[in-house]
């Protein structure tokens, strides 16, 4: 399946490519224009993208439904 590996540092992300081919883009993007730092991005699959924003719209999704169970529980 393919993945489109974002950059941590910039805007760079590779084009849609299967993981032999994405990995070394994005490690060599970060050799030319990143070489002091570890590699710290996202990878996007097409089925789920791995993004903070996401991570936050799911816990405050969570945190809306453990509200509404503990309102129920209460009456
Ligand atoms: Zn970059």
Redesign the pocket.
Known sequence: MPNRYW?G??E?RTPWLDEPEGVPQYLG??AR??PAERPDGQVESRRFVLRPRTGCLLLTALLVILLCTVGVWRR
């Open positions: 950059c540092a910039c760079y993007h970060y224009k990143h």
